[in-house]
């Protein structure tokens, strides 16, 4: 089995910065890409960013140039930093990885529990 904990999440003021972490762990044989979706309150999940094996990121729109997504050393780990948040980023922030199990042929995604970020004006 594989496991994906985010966490780092919380209520910050509008203008702050949160960092949040995502490791993944279990049988993983291969991972491809990491990243976040968020999903807000009465709204559809949405793609904030992905990273790939290779380092090269994307990001939606409406983060660009105030969230930045980070592989760790660990490269089973990835990180959002979260910049000059407002109060339209308050979500449950997912992590999300496409990897490949021990024993299995396919590549799927995998997902964490979700952490709240809640962001006051």
């Known amino acids: 089995q594989v496991q994906l904990v985010e966490s780092g999440g919380g209520l910050v003021q509008a203008g702050g910065s949160l960092r949040l972490s995502c490791a993944a762990s279990g049988t993983i044989f291969s991972l491809n890409y990491m990243g976040w979706y968020r999903q807000a309150p009465g709204k559809q999940r949405e793609l904030v960013g992905t990273?790939?094996?290779?380092?090269?990121?994307n990001y939606a729109d409406s983060v660009k140039g105030r969230f930045t997504i980070s592989r760790g050393n660990a490269k089973n780990t990835v990180y959002l930093q979260m910049n000059s948040l407002e109060p339209e980023d308050t979500a449950v922030y997912y992590c999300y990885a496409n990897l490949r199990e021990v024993l299995l042929g396919t590549w799927n995604d995998y997902w964490g529990q979700g952490t709240q970020v809640t962001v006051s004006s």
């Open positions: 990273i790939i094996n290779g380092g090269s990121t």
